[in-house]
């Protein structure tokens, strides 16, 4: 898998282990609630770079 992959796929994870939290994540990352949601159901299957960034930078930070 190349960087993208593997990032999309550590997100998900995050996002499925704190999903309560999605609202003050997509607040806190900036990144739109509805892209959160379907970033994390695989709705959407390839999210741009900026949204992943932002979302892995908030999930690795730990906060919500």
């Given at each position: 898998m190349d960087n993208k992959a593997d990032?999309?796929?550590q997100v998900?994870?995050?996002l499925r282990d704190r999903r309560g939290e999605w609202r003050q994540i997509a607040e806190a990352s900036g990144v739109p609630y509805f892209t959160l949601a379907k970033v994390a159901s695989g709705a959407t299957d390839n999210p741009r770079w900026q949204t992943l960034s932002r979302l892995a930078e908030?999930?690795?930070?730990g906060a919500a």
């Open positions: 990032l999309l796929q998900k994870a995050k908030h999930l690795e930070q």
